[in-house]
């Protein structure tokens, strides 16, 4: 063949071919893409049956010490109400190889639940009682912690009462979650809308002052401690993976304000004490994920 004749072909060659193999990868990148993010119509995530807090700061144009209290405790709150909607939407699909690890998940939960409740009721309150010199702001609150405690430690005792990891039911724990998952999900809403409140408190602290400078310290230090000193190696990775940056916007995409290397190491040294328990978190990298054990027809 003339070379300038096959010069010719293999140029009209390119132009015929690529186009074609082109819109074959964009086609097949869409089926696989549909395939691999399903709407949230079809596919259950973390943000039901409870849920998930709006984020109070983002509602006004001026913040304060107690609106960013607030803020903070939702973004809090919300992790621990992923983990509640990803254990009570996965529970009855677990397979029964992997019970040991859900339940473990699911353990990871109840202490974070429950040292978050007790360093609230052993610290935070009172040092915003003792600010505020008004003993009786958490008075609701409180009440709102009882009428959710049996059922959490009913979760708990259903737990530990199992004889091995093969007599879990999914169905069970998701019937012991439902009876307190109203109490619950009331709760954790309800303490956002009472910390943002205590703005308009005669007592709270002026803009500027020493007192709001001390208001501020204590919901910073209290935020940095209440997670770490419940455990590196299952609570942490069970807040961090649970964390979805990309909410809002992504507005609250650096919070909390951990260095990189440091949030890494946290998820993928320490966590891997007990990788196992991962797969039925809700995000990863800050991002939402799809959850680990779902109904056959949506999987």
């Not at 700061?57 to 010490?65: A, F, G, V």
Request: glycine share 6%.
């Amino acid at each position: 063949m003339d070379s300038h004749i096959k010069a010719r072909y293999l140029v009209t060659l390119f132009f015929l071919v690529v186009p074609l193999i082109i819109a074959l990868v964009a086609t097949r990148w869409q089926y696989f893409h549909s395939m691999a993010t399903s709407s949230p119509e079809t596919v259950p995530w973390a943000d039901g049956p409870i849920a998930l807090i709006k984020i109070p700061q983002l509602k006004l144009e001026e913040t304060n010490i107690f609106n960013t209290g607030a803020t903070h405790m939702a973004l809090l709150h919300n992790t621990i109400l992923r983990g509640y909607n990803s254990i009570y939407q996965q529970a009855p699909f677990v397979e029964p190889s992997d019970n040991s690890n859900f339940i473990g998940y699911c353990q990871t939960w109840y202490k974070f639940v429950k040292t978050h409740h007790d360093d609230e009721e052993e610290t935070l309150f009172h040092k915003v009682a003792e600010l505020l010199k008004d003993s009786a702001i958490w008075e609701n609150t409180h009440k709102e912690h009882k009428a959710f405690l049996g059922g959490l430690s009913d979760f708990h005792k259903y737990l530990t009462s199992l004889k091995s990891p093969a007599d879990f039911s999914g169905t069970e724990l998701r019937r012991v979650m439902t009876n307190f998952q109203e109490p619950f999900g009331q709760h954790f809403h309800s303490e956002i809308s009472t910390i943002s409140q205590l703005a308009n408190h005669p007592n709270t602290p002026k803009p500027e002052s020493p007192e709001a400078a001390r208001a501020a310290a204590t919901f910073e230090s209290w935020g940095k401690s209440t997670v770490t000193k419940a455990g590196t190696l299952d609570v942490v990775p069970f807040f961090l993976l649970n964390l979805d940056g990309t909410a809002d916007d992504g507005a609250w995409a650096n919070w909390p304000p951990i260095p990189k290397p440091i949030k890494w190491g946290l998820i993928n040294i320490a966590g891997s004490y007990h990788r196992g328990y991962w797969k039925y978190a809700s995000c990863s990298a800050g991002k939402p994920k799809r959850l680990h054990a779902l109904p056959k027809k949506v999987q």
